[in-house]
């Protein structure tokens, strides 16, 4: 007679070793995927493994790595959209920018202002730098000696109009022979000329 199944015997533990090992073998399919009751291999062999393959069905693992690696991507590429500097990389890096170059022009037409002559000047940069620039003014007769020459420093930021009046102290009555009046940028190709006669 057999022993209770309460009893630790040595049948009973070896008949339930050999029942889990086959409930294992029949739970794992190739490759130890666990498989669904429905695609589990039954006497007639109609719902198993390789039925379920072959009518197509992929798994869950397969589908769902993928597209948690592409939402895992997709998040990164957020977060580093919004810092600021990686925004100014990616931007230089596809898109074509111009060189930086300061645009000077006169603000208007010089005038006299007693002995003095006020040229009024405008400074654009274009860039992104901005910064202290050096504007180099004289005035000359017609014959091309120098009567008056002046270096003003004007702060500039990238996209802002700045204005300034560089006035230029004549002396005596050389207000009469004024014929040219020049400004540069030293360090830049820029120049204006205008004749005031």
């Known amino acids: 007679m057999s022993t209770p199944p309460f009893d ?5 533990r070896a008949a339930g070793e050999q029942k889990a090992l086959q409930s294992a073998a029949v739970g ?26 072959s009518a ?12 948690l690696g592409v939402l895992a991507v ?22 074509e920018r111009q060189q930086a170059y300061i645009e000077l022009y006169f603000g ?17 940069e274009h860039g992104d730098s901005g910064g ?13 000696r120098h009567l008056a020459a002046d270096t003003e420093t004007v702060t500039t930021k990238p996209g802002a109009l700045v204005g300034v ?3 230029l102290r004549l002396k005596g009555g050389v207000k009469r022979h ?8 030293p360090g830049h190709p820029q120049r204006l000329r205008m004749h005031l006669r």
């Open 74 to 95: 997709l998040g990164l590429c957020g977060a580093a959209w919004a810092v600021p500097e990686v925004q100014s990389v990616l931007r230089d890096s596809f898109t």
């Open 56 to 67: 197509g069905g992929v798994s869950l693992r397969r589908v769902l790595g993928p597209v």
């Open 8 to 12: 630790d015997g040595p049948e009973w």
């Open 178 to 185: 004024v014929d040219l009046v020049e400004v540069t940028l």
């Open 165 to 167: 009046d560089v006035r």
């Open 108 to 124: 208007k037409e010089p005038f006299f202002d007693g002995d003095e002559l006020v040229v009024p000047l405008k400074l654009v």
């Open 28 to 53: 794992l399919g190739r490759r130890g995927q666990r498989l669904e009751r429905s695609q589990q291999p039954d006497g007639a062999g109609s719902h198993g493994l390789a039925a379920a393959r």
């Open 132 to 144: 202290r620039h050096s504007v180099r003014t004289w005035v000359q007769d017609s014959t091309g």
